[in-house]
Nanobody
Framework: QVRLVESGGGSMQAGESLRLFCVATGVSGATFRISDMGWYRQAPGNQREWVATITSGDNTNYADSAKGRFTISRDNAKNTVYLQMNSLKPEDTAVYYC???????WGQGTQVTVYS
C-alpha cells in the first residue's frame, strides 16, 4: 500500500549537482507530515549508510560526508522529500534510498554515478 518512489538519479561529473526526489504514495498527507524521513545510500560492495534525516519539524541532520554539500528538504503538500547534492564527488557514487523509519519503509533506490 505505501510506496516510496525515488527519482532524479543520473551520471554526473565531479563538481556538478543533482537533485533527488522521493514521493510517498498510498499514505495520507497527515501521516506524511508527522513522519521523519531519511536518505541512505549503498555503494557496490559496501553496507547501506545513512546520509541525511529530516524530522516532521524540519530539523535536519547529516552524515559527515554530506555536511556542507547536501541538503535534505520536504514538501508535505506533495508527500515529497528531496536531497539536493552539490559539489558531487566520485565517492558519492551509490544507489540512493528513501526511508520512512516509523514503519521501516524503503524505496527501490535511484542510481547516482559521479565520474572525474
Amino acid at each position: 500500500q505505501v510506496r516510496l518512489v525515488e527519482s532524479g538519479g543520473g551520471s554526473m561529473q565531479a563538481g556538478e549537482s543533482l537533485r533527488l526526489f522521493c514521493v510517498a504514495t498510498g499514505v495520507s498527507g497527515a501521516t506524511f507530515r508527522i513522519s521523519d524521513m531519511g536518505w541512505y545510500r549503498q555503494a557496490p560492495g559496501n553496507q547501506r549508510e545513512w546520509v541525511a534525516t529530516i524530522t516532521s519539524g524540519d530539523n535536519t541532520n547529516y552524515a559527515d560526508s554530506a555536511k556542507g554539500r547536501f541538503t535534505i528538504s520536504r514538501d508535505n503538500a506533495k508527500n515529497t522529500v528531496y536531497l539536493q547534492m552539490n559539489s558531487l564527488k566520485p565517492e558519492d557514487t551509490a544507489v540512493y534510498y528513501c526511508h520512512l523509519p516509523t514503519y521501516n519503509y524503503w524505496g527501490q533506490g535511484t542510481q547516482v554515478t559521479v565520474y572525474s
